[in-house]
């Protein structure tokens, strides 16, 4: 039996992908102390130890601040370096990392609280043992 589909797969769990292939950002919220996480299957928040019950689903902005970056100059076998490794605050939570592309290499470049968006594409390539392949997000500079 296959399992192969035309439709990516999401690379992480805070992703999910429609009945037409249409990416999107998910993640939860707790109602008790509002602590945010890039995920959609948590059993308790980490914060205020509030159980499953207090963690609604919310559909996360799609643009935000970078809090952090670091270039990264030295990659496994087939990781295409330098590439920008980034955290980003998104507006309203939570925090993600990944990585941040369309940008120069200088140290303004990366400067912490620059204004990013959120990008859905091919994850590098990669596919599951059935050929299926993975969508990942990625971080854009906001225009200027
Ligand atoms: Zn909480």
Redesign the pocket.
Known sequence: MTTTTELPRAAFPFIVVDDMGRPALTAQR?T??G?TYPDSERMA?G??G?RAD?LEAFSPAMEGTLHSAVIVRRGFPGVEVPFISAVVDLDGGPTLKGTLRHSGFELDDIQQGRRVKVVFDDALGRQDKNGNSYIAHHFEPLSA
């Open positions: 707790c008790k102390c602590a928040c914060k205020c509030a207090a």
